[in-house]
């Protein structure tokens, strides 16, 4: 018997919408993607609609475009990922709450900690997508002058998931005895202390948090490159994927796929989730309609 297959469905937020346009559409909250009641409410909302996952995306910088077009953008402005999603998971029971964390501009052992807080104040909720920041303006923020070339950022980013998931590793599931009586509060045996000298990083742990509910949070990621399919091949749960067209979609799908049997992962142990920009109308022509109203509120 075919075993059942479900749709996955993950909600991409920005924090609020994709589309530059968005808080100008007649009855939007303008201030939406800042405004922490409104959030509260869309990702109740979409919770109640059974969505997996609340996704949101994150930038280290203003996004580097010409002013006279970041001007109109509402994505100037947002929540950092972990302060509004750690708010979140206390507004909500079920859904994912995934957030976007750099390997380029963060250190391994401050994004361990934070995820491992995320899936324990959210009872196992927490998503990572890893991400290789590509913005020069990223990089002038951290004291940088150029950023990384791309085949380095991608060779740092394995490393970076080889000690973030390690440290995740620092206390077995049972290290914690809490024992009143002998006044035994952990197990030292049940302690790895991780020692990791690499290429990138060195990181000696262990993590002082213990073990995330899910052991691993859930690995997101989105890189369509040659090196980022590879990484995701070796890494994800979870791929976003952007194409236009069902072939190309199906050509990226074999083709991650084929990269996961070589290495000897199972394809159920990936979720490829395409993305679209849904537009709700009573009839297609209305939905047109909206669409169209959306783009001429771009500029």
């Known amino acids: 018997m075919t075993p059942q297959r479900q749709l996955k469905l993950g909600a991409f937020m920005r924090p609020v919408s994709i589309h530059t ?50 001007k109109h953008s509402h994505t100037v402005t947002s929540f950092e990922p972990f302060t509004l999603l750690a708010a979140l ?26 995820f491992a807080s995320l899936d324990h104040l959210s009872n196992g909720r927490a998503g990572w997508n890893v991400v290789t920041t590509a913005n020069p303006d990223a990089a ?26 390690g440290l ?24 790895h202390t991780l020692n ?5 990083l060195s990181v000696k742990g262990p993590l002082h948090i213990a073990r995330p509910v899910q052991g691993w949070p ?6 369509a490159s ?30 991650v796929e084929g990269r996961m049997q070589r290495l000897g992962r199972h394809r159920d142990h990936l979720k490829i989730l395409p993305g679209a920009f849904v537009v709700v109308g009573d009839t297609v022509e209305e939905a047109r309609a909206i669409r169209a109203k959306l783009d001429s509120l771009v500029h």
Not at 196 to 200: D, F, R, T
């Open 226 to 255: 040659e090196p980022g399919r590879q990484l995701a091949a070796e890494t994800a749960e979870v791929v976003f994927a952007a194409h236009g067209t069902l072939e190309e979609g199906q050509k990226f799908y074999a083709d």
């Open 21 to 70: 346009g968005a808080w100008r559409y007649p009855g939007a909250f303008k201030d939406a993607n800042f405004n922490f009641a409104h959030l509260k409410r869309f990702a109740q909302t979409l919770e109640r609609a059974k969505f997996d996952a609340f996704f949101m995306a994150d930038h280290l910088a203003v996004l580097n475009m010409p002013i006279d077009a970041l």
């Open 140 to 165: 002038l923020n951290f004291g940088l002058e150029q950023a990384f070339a791309h085949d380095e950022r991608y060779a740092r980013a394995r490393e970076f998931y080889d000690v973030v998931t």
């Open 196 to 200: 990791h000298k690499g290429k990138y």
């Open 89 to 114: 998971s206390q507004a909500t029971e079920r859904i994912g709450l995934v957030a976007t964390a750099s390997t380029t501009f963060d250190e391994p052992f401050h994004i361990a900690r934070r």
């Open 168 to 191: 995740w590793d620092s206390w077995a599931d049972d290290a914690f005895v809490r024992d009143t009586e002998s006044g035994i509060f952990f197990d030292p045996a049940r302690l």
């Open 218 to 223: 859930v690995i997101v990621q989105a890189g």
